[in-house]
């Protein structure tokens, strides 16, 4: 009970604590759009930067030669963005990455790739899932990738500012996914050889489980201010926490917020008109 206490506190926090007065250490200096990181098990960080680097933080020291660099699509909000250990990265020393890419010259594609650590590099890459976005937008890439409990590779996939793939089940775009560790699809996902596990999303960045139940937990940008996927102005905005159930229909662009709607999954949690950009849970 205390476990659920606490993490409920901490998604009440996220949402409402002003970031004003709080007390930080710095850790390392001198990264450029750093946009996420894993703690390895023998204490060490590797954080990717949004330009295409992956590097590494040491015995409290980031290291000058990068882990790994990628030419990725460095344009708005696309670029080198999550990156995962495997369960057992002790054993095998894999590391997955969700990286944006030109594909063509009128598509950004996202990947996600797997890469063997040695000696403080990424080496050997893989690729281990390919995601058509059915755009050249520079925003609502998603992006978060984390293992969960039950060992698959989750997915967040936003709608790369073309909404209404968020409700089309033949595009990832705008979907959480779901995957096994080389690829391919689990048996039990909710749609036959497809690894889409919600739809209707806008661009979630945090993905989480409750630490007693074991259910994943997403947080998800909503609209603010001029919305390009609709093209008009929104004068109220949405962000949201939502508890993800297996194949369905989380409601966007059809609605924001709680509609109670039977046919959409509301979320548990809403900014109820402000917009604070919630990033990860």
Do not use: C
């Not at 290291?63 to 250990?85: Q, R, T, Y």
């Not at 950004?108 to 281990?128: C, H, M, P, S, T």
């Not at 926490?241 to 059809?254: R, T």
């Amino acid at each position: 009970m205390r476990k659920v206490v606490i993490f409920l506190i901490l998604l009440l926090l996220l949402l409402f604590t002003p970031s004003y007065g709080e007390e930080y250490e710095i850790v390392a200096k001198g990264l450029k759009v750093p946009w996420d990181m894993v703690f390895t098990p023998d204490g060490r960080i590797f954080v990717t930067e949004r330009e295409g680097k992956v590097r590494l933080i040491e015995n409290g020291k980031l290291k000058e030669e990068p882990m790994l660099e990628i030419n990725v699509a460095k344009v708005g909000e696309a670029g080198l963005l999550g990156i995962a250990l495997h369960p057992r990265f002790s054993e095998n020393h894999f590391v997955y990455i969700y990286y944006t890419y030109q594909a063509s010259f009128n598509e950004l594609r996202n990947r996600v790739a797997r890469f063997v650590e040695k000696d403080g590099k990424l080496l050997n890459e893989r690729i281990i899932l390919d995601i058509p976005m059915n755009s050249n937008s520079a925003i609502h890439h998603g992006g978060r990738i984390k293992f969960g409990p039950d060992g698959k590779l989750y997915i967040t996939v936003g709608d790369g500012a073309n909404s209404l793939q968020a409700q089309d089940l033949n595009s990832y775009a705008g979907k959480v996914l779901r995957i096994n560790d080389d690829g391919t699809i689990p048996e039990d996902n909710p749609f036959k050889g497809s690894p889409i596990y919600t739809y209707g999303h806008r661009n979630p960045q945090g993905i989480d489980w409750h630490p007693i139940t074991k259910k994943p937990y997403i947080s998800e940008h909503g609209p603010s201010g001029f919305d390009y996927s609709i093209r008009q102005l929104r004068n109220r905005g949405y962000d949201e926490i939502n508890l993800l159930e297996a194949g369905k229909n989380y409601g966007w662009p059809l609605y924001v917020g709680k509609e109670n709607d039977p046919n959409y999954v509301d979320p548990i949690i809403d900014s109820d008109g402000e917009t604070l950009s919630l990033i990860h849970i």
